[in-house]
């Protein structure tokens, strides 16, 4: 049995710690092995660490001198896991009792990098645990199962970041969440497919399940706000993992067309998530020799892997 470290990312969060942190000790320990449980607070200014100190001494708590997004924040909790799988773990997902003990035996296989449970999100009707793939324009798009269907295990697109098992020394190969996503939305995407490029790969595990309260923060983000950070993060996404010419060609084309009529409809959120991903350059380039000097699967491969009609 592998130990296990959970890590969980906390901003304001004392309502949901105190609902749903029960529901991930009482999962840990029904592994019948080593855990712990780390939370990372993001500079939270509500009663999270009073709580925690209070109610759960045992856990450890990591605290930002400021607040620094999502993906630094996992990123912190991360590197100061101490057993071979980190669970990372949303505060608004609540686990039921037998979720992490499936999901541990798929790391016997040298080659798996993340297992999902089924990660139901009753709000959306989606299990977002089950990510196909599909193409269009030059993009690729990740599509939930709906609530109720059937899965067996199977090959994902990306482990959704909400609540999913990495094994430790791949997920610090990787160097955790690329952090040029921040603040949000993307960064599970990206680690997912970078895996994917080495040959990693991302399963998901039907026989464990949690429950998912989706977007309980970033619903209250202003609307154009998220769309622009949405906007710019997907290129930024494309622009450092595409490498098959015809994919790539297809997004760059597509984009341009859209840059030429964008303001037919005075559609300005597009045009500023593109100028934000162009100060973040540097950071794809980065992110491409990376990549390019160590992969082992095209993108035909790995959507030809995950697409819908896969497991």
Known sequence: MFGVSAVIPNYNGVEL??????????????????????VVDDCSTDESLAFLRETFPAVKVLINSRNRG??????RGFAQARFPVVLCINTDVRLEPGAVTPLLGHFADPEVF??????????EGANQ????????????KGHFWPLGRQSTVRENLYAV????????????????????????????????????KLGWSSLHEPEATV????????NKVKKRNR????????FLFHWSNLTDPPLLLANLGY????????WLWMDTAFYVSFWGALQRLGSVRAARRELKSRMRLCDREILGRTGADQG
């Not at 942190?21 to 712990?36: H, K, N, Q, Y």
Request: hydrophobic content about 40%; proline content about 3%; some cysteine.
């Open 129 to 140: 645990g089950v990510m196909t793939s599909s193409t269009r324009r030059g993009f690729i």
């Open 114 to 123: 993340a297992v999902t449970p089924n990660v139901l999100a009753e709000r």
């Open 255 to 262: 984009t341009a067309f859209r840059l030429a009529v964008s």
């Open 211 to 218: 429950h998912h309260a989706s977007s309980g923060t970033l």
């Open 70 to 75: 999502f993906s630094a924040t996992c990123n």
């Open 17 to 38: 710690l105190r609902e749903n942190l029960p529901s991930v000790l009482a999962s840990l320990e029904r592994t019948g092995g080593d855990f712990e449980i780390l």
């Open 161 to 196: 970041g909400a609540c999913v098992a990495y094994r430790t020394s791949m997920l610090r190969e990787l160097g955790g969440y690329a952090e040029m996503y921040s603040p949000y939305l993307f960064e599970d995407v990206d680690l997912s497919y970078r895996a994917w």
């Open 227 to 234: 769309r622009i950070i949405y906007f710019r993060n997907r």
